[in-house]
């Protein structure tokens, strides 16, 4: 199969979705791979080191769509990228098509297939999705942290505290992988930490993270007594395809300190705050009733290098699957596909569209 990887257009993307060593591993199972010039070069790595690799290096983005059966990128494509895709593409990148219907709508006026890294699932889990969900669930804390610093508008508060002053404190949304992760970094700093699950053995894993983590319900007084006294609220819900449930409300933030910092990485599902909306590393954040957020729809595009080498571990043995002969009917792949033939296929993705 003819395999294309173009380089990202969204705003500080820097991401490649795979990387040299897994462009060689696909030429040596008999793929012709072409990647975009420059494609590759925010994450470290030059043209020189793909052309090494087996890949045939094509100068602009037309030539890449142009050449390619399929099209393996990081990002939903964007508006400037409609007009490259065909029919007879096989589109595999994030989509998160539950929060952007023209896109949705325009992939089905294309009747290309469309298979979504966040929709693909193994026994429960999102192998895709999972390692772009612990960069930004590290990065969470990073980001609040520095938000927090006055200079940046924040509270002026260190979230771990010293002998003799409080200690941050951290509400977060939410304990799989990106909440687990934002959890662990945030008790790591001696943080007073408050995590939200659904489920007790979500709790238990949080609760065993340190004693300055508590992990609570997801009952929504609960919520709202937490968020009063967030310093750092991180937002890091998830069902797949499905658009992320608002949790706080904007009453809610209308309560918390000035100088509170809001990180909603649910975002791309639509956010699960309701005063969240999606942002770029242009522009990170803004200011609503005194509360800073910070809304950014592609937080791992920050650490592109270890952002793209952790997906391209988890994307090859897909990529592999997807472009053999029957691979869009591999039962994993398969829950994967959002649309196909001009229609959503994924249920999910179609109820939250229709709602």
Sequence with gaps: MRIGIPKEVKVHEGRVALIPPAVNELVRNGHEVFIQSTAGVASGYSDEDYRQAGAQIVPDAAALYGSAQMVVKVKEPVASEYGLLRQDHVLFSYLHLAATPRLAQVLMEKGLTAVAFETVEVNGKLPLLAPMSDIAGRLSVHIGTTLLHGPAGGRGVM?????????????????????????????????????????????????????????????????????????????????????????????????????????????????????????????????????????????????????????????????????????????????????????????????????
């Excluded at 929504?220 to 007594?225: R, T, V």
């Excluded at 509360?291 to 595009?301: E, L």
């Excluded at 290098?305 to 039962?331: F, K, N």
């Design 159 to 355: 979230l771990g505290g010293l002998p003799s002053t409080e200690r941050g404190h951290v509400v977060i949304l939410g304990a799989g992988v990106a909440g687990g992760n934002a959890a662990a970094v945030a008790a790591a700093l001696g943080a007073q930490v408050t995590v939200f699950a659904p489920h007790r053995e979500e709790m238990e894993r949080m609760h065993a993270l340190g004693p300055n983590v508590t992990a609570l319900p997801s009952y929504a007084p609960l919520i709202a007594e937490a968020v009063c006294s967030a310093d750092l609220l991180i937002g890091a819900v998830l069902i797949p395809g499905a658009k992320a449930p608002k949790l706080v409300t904007a009453e809610m933030v209308r309560r918390m300190q000035p100088g509170s910092v809001i990180i909603d990485i649910s975002v791309d599902q639509g956010g699960c705050i309701e005063t969240t909306r999606p942002t770029d590393y242009d522009h990170p954040t803004y200011v609503q009733d005194g509360v800073v957020h910070f809304g950014v729809t592609n937080m791992p595009g920050a650490v592109p290098r270890t952002a793209s080498q952790a997906l391209s571990t988890a994307l090859t043995p897909c990529v592999l699957h997807l472009a053999t002969e029957g691979g869009l009917q591999d039962p994993v792949l398969a829950k994967g596909v959002n649309v196909a033939g001009g229609k959503i296929v994924h249920p999910a993705v179609a109820t939250a569209l229709a709602g």
